[in-house]
């Protein structure tokens, strides 16, 4: 006989929140201690000196992730909505251009494009794989577009190379907003390093954490010296450095601290192991879940890894003749934690709707460096509000540590929904 499902007066399989997500250990806590006994927190300077790329703990956490990405250049930030700052900065946009990017991401992958006065311009996703489609961005392209926000989203990369067809094609740069991926690969390298600028967030749920932080990272010698100066006061450097270029030299102070960096190059050690137990749980997650009849578990792209970030699936609505919504309450009525039906659809938010950033007049939208009317209305992303209207279901893995007995849990819970999917849809 079925177990009557919790939503309908059963017992509920799941008494306590599965535990929280921890990577941080007695290394940290360590190489922590060591910075605040040596009693210099940070060693930058806001002039062009000695001091102007930062402490010893700073140049050291650059100098390992720029060899684990393989790249020429990592530089650090206080955070990754700082970073992507710096990155729309360093690519010389101006008032008024327009830069496409994703609506299914975190709103600071389109406020930094508003932060230096230009356009974001949303393009639709893939639904499989919930990254920007590039179909759709090449039909958003227009005389303004400037560049391309690819955001590599819940841990794996975007379709770099139509990304990278379409900007050779149109003469455009490519920003890889991939806080969400760090480590997972796109063929043969890391998802984040195929384009012009890309980089990683350091927040305190993601794969590797300091608490909040980013790390920036590019092969370009201009564009990572722009970087440099975006991050720490360029207004107040470019004279002795002799930068003759002054595009987006207006500097803020976006420096990660002596502190966060010696604690980004333990949690560093730590990200191959890190991503082969997410690895290793989705594996599990996908040959279970993947018997279900009408739920859709997540796409990893040919030739490319996924290091999970979030657990993102799909409801075949046409098997299951049931509402999402419903089994969402039946799930989270048996007690399962992390579980949400929502994740972005930015384009909709208030900011956009109104068309109000800067002062109360609908700056910059409203002004003469806005060319065009730009839409945000609803309907012009259709994959991406379906998945956020009817048929996406998320499991937030970045926030739980799922041990066996957890995702033996986490399985049953499904398992016990789906089992009386019938009765459910009587409700």
């Given at each position: ?285 996908n040959e279970k879940l993947s018997k279900l009849d009408g739920l859709i578990i997540p796409k990893v792209r040919d030739n490319c890894t ?122």
């Amino acid at each position: 006989m079925r177990d009557k499902l919790a939503i309908l007066g059963g017992k509920k399989l799941i008494n306590s929140p599965f535990k929280k997500y921890n990577s941080i250990g007695n290394e940290e806590v360590e190489a922590a201690k060591k910075v605040v006994e040596s009693g210099s927190l940070s060693n930058y300077l806001g002039t062009w000196s000695s001091e102007f790329y930062g402490g010893h703990k700073v140049k050291e956490f650059e100098k390992k992730c720029a060899e684990y990405f393989n790249m020429k250049y990592a530089i650090t930030t206080n955070s990754w909505t700082s970073g992507l700052t710096v990155a729309v900065g360093a690519i010389g946009i101006n008032p008024g251009d327009e830069i496409i990017v994703s609506p299914w991401t975190m709103c600071a992958s389109a406020t930094s494009i508003l932060h230096w006065n230009a356009i974001p311009v949303f393009a639709d996703i893939e639904e499989d794989t919930f990254c920007l489609d590039p179909k759709s961005v090449e039909k958003n392209i227009s005389p303004y577009t400037k560049a391309i926000m690819s955001v590599d989203i819940a841990g794996q990369s975007a379709n770099m190379d139509e990304l990278k067809k379409i900007a050779k094609k149109y003469n455009l740069k490519i920003i890889s907003d991939t806080a969400q991926a760090p480590g997972a690969l796109y063929k043969d390298k890391f998802a984040g390093t195929l384009a012009d600028i890309g980089g990683y967030s350091l927040n305190c749920h993601k794969h590797i954490h300091t608490g909040e932080g980013g790390v920036l990272v590019t092969n370009d010698d201009e564009l990572a010296e722009n970087m440099y100066l975006i991050r720490n006061h360029a207004e107040a450097v470019v004279e002795g450095m002799g930068k003759l270029n002054l595009t987006n030299m207006v500097g803020h102070n976006y420096r990660l601290g002596e502190i966060e960096s010696a604690i980004g190059i333990e949690q560093l050690n730590k990200l191959d192991k890190i991503i082969k137990r997410r690895t290793e749980i989705a594996s599990i997650l996908n040959e279970k879940l993947s018997k279900l009849d009408g739920l859709i578990i997540p796409k990893v792209r040919d030739n490319c890894t996924h290091v999970y970030y979030m657990y993102q699936m799909r409801v075949d609505l046409s098997k299951l003749n049931i509402s999402r919504n419903k089994i969402y309450k039946a799930l989270i009525a048996e007690g399962l934690s992390g579980i949400s039906l929502s994740f972005a659809n930015i384009h909709l938010l208030p900011i956009f709707q109104k068309k109000i950033a800067y002062g109360s007049n609908g700056f910059p939208w409203s002004s003469d460096i806005c060319k065009r009317n730009v839409n945000y209305n609803k309907g012009i992303c259709p994959v991406a509000e379906n998945l956020q209207d009817n048929i996406y279901i998320g499991f937030q893995m970045c926030m739980h540590e799922m041990d066996d007995y957890e995702i033996d849990l986490f399985l049953k819970c499904f398992y016990k929904v789906w089992d009386n999917l019938g009765q459910l849809g009587k409700i």
